[in-house]
């Protein structure tokens, strides 16, 4: 019988095991609005999705996807002008 071993190295703490380093944590906090704008789309999409929209359901959908549209501007006009928040 054939004895088979572990070809990779002993398993320990992976760059993917630790936590957020500050620049990290800073950079989510920085892209945040952007985030919470694409949850409200994604909510409003959701609500949609067992039924037909009414007039109401597409109006809510417009003004998320608008607002998405906002806070991606805002933010890359953020990252050009290296304002301090993106750091």
Known sequence: M????AVQAVVTADE???EPTAAELDAIECEMPVITAEVELLDAEIVTLDR???ELD???IRRARRRV????VAL???LVSGSPEVA
């Open 69 to 72: 549209l906002t806070e991606r």
């Open 52 to 54: 037909t929209p009414s």
């Open 58 to 60: 597409e109006r809510r």
């Open 2 to 5: 054939k004895f088979i071993g």
């Open 76 to 78: 890359a006009n953020r």
């Open 16 to 18: 993917f095991d630790r």
